[in-house]
């Protein structure tokens, strides 16, 4: 979202018409703790083709581009991701590096996240960290 500060006064911000933008994305960002193995980027928009691609096959960036009506994390969007992104990208990573297939990924409770038994494929799940711990970490 743009930042809420800018340079201008507060009667302009309070002018008629004056509406505050709430363009967004949101991107999925994952990597292992040494960080050698970085899953590929997901970036989640509101448009199925933004302006910003407009001449672009959006199919072709270094990205993996989902939609959702409020560019926001949904659990949908995330276990589609879990299934068809990390889990093959942790696959392909363990196997090139001769390791047995395990896999473990640890995130923080959120609204927005399914539950464990829906995030699971062979040996590799996910945990999730008790609430409040996040800000410790």
Same mark, same amino acid.
């Given at each position: 979202?743009?930042?809420?500060?800018?340079l201008?006064?507060?009667?302009?911000a309070a002018?008629?018409?004056?509406?505050?933008?709430?363009?967004?994305?949101?991107?999925?960002?994952?990597?292992?703790?040494?960080?050698?193995?970085?899953?590929p980027?997901?970036?989640?928009?509101?448009?199925?083709?933004?302006?910003?691609?407009?001449?672009?096959?959006?199919?072709?960036?270094?990205?993996?581009?989902?939609?959702?009506?409020?560019a926001?994390?949904?659990? *949908? +969007?995330?276990?589609e991701?879990? =299934?068809?992104? #990390?889990? &093959?990208?942790?696959?392909?990573? @363990?196997?090139?590096?001769?390791?047995?297939?395990?896999?473990?990924?640890?995130?923080?409770t959120?609204?927005?996240?399914?539950?464990?038994? *829906? +995030?699971?494929?062979?040996n590799? =799940?996910?945990? #999730?960290? &008790?609430?409040?711990?996040?800000? @410790?970490i």
């Amino acid at each position: 979202m743009l930042p809420t500060k800018i340079l201008a006064s507060r009667k302009e911000a309070a002018a008629p018409g004056y509406k505050r933008s709430k363009d967004r994305v949101t991107v999925y960002l994952c990597s292992n703790a040494a960080g050698t193995h970085k899953v590929p980027v997901m970036l989640n928009g509101k448009s199925v083709k933004p302006r910003a691609f407009k001449n672009i096959n959006v199919k072709s960036l270094p990205v993996h581009y989902r939609t959702s009506k409020t560019a926001w994390m949904n659990q *949908e +969007l995330f276990i589609e991701w879990f =299934h068809s992104e #990390f889990v &093959p990208s942790v696959k392909k990573h @363990l196997k090139s590096q001769k390791l047995p297939i395990k896999a473990l990924l640890v995130l923080d409770t959120a609204p927005s996240r399914p539950s464990e038994e *829906e +995030l699971k494929d062979g040996n590799i =799940h996910a945990v #999730f960290l &008790p609430p409040n711990v996040t800000a @410790l970490i």
